[in-house]
């Protein structure tokens, strides 16, 4: 009866110490941590300038101005 007791014994014992080095096994790993996703800017669109046709534009003005200038009685 003895023996068996004591082959429980040791038996239990290499239990706790395969739990023990697990244990010290699972302490020593580190987890990686994740690489977090750089989010892209977005470029701005330019927003195009409207092409005004710059001759025409001062033809206007000028002939504005000149029949203003025409229609006054000196």
């Given at each position: 009866?003895?023996?068996?007791?004591?082959?429980?014994?040791?038996?239990?014992?290499?239990?706790?110490?395969n739990?023990?080095?697990?244990?010290?096994?699972?302490?020593?790993t580190?987890?990686?941590?994740?690489?977090?996703?750089?989010?892209?800017?977005?470029?701005?669109?330019?927003?195009?300038?409207?092409?005004?046709?710059?001759?025409?534009?001062r033809?206007?003005?000028?002939?504005d101005?000149?029949?203003?200038?025409?229609?006054?009685?000196?």
């Amino acid at each position: 009866m003895p023996e068996t007791y004591q082959l429980v014994l040791e038996n239990e014992e290499m239990l706790r110490s395969n739990e023990y080095e697990k244990k010290k096994k699972k302490k020593k790993t580190k987890k990686k941590k994740k690489k977090k996703k750089k989010k892209k800017k977005k470029k701005k669109k330019k927003k195009k300038k409207k092409k005004t046709n710059c001759k025409n534009y001062r033809r206007i003005i000028l002939d504005d101005i000149d029949s203003k200038f025409l229609t006054v009685d000196i």
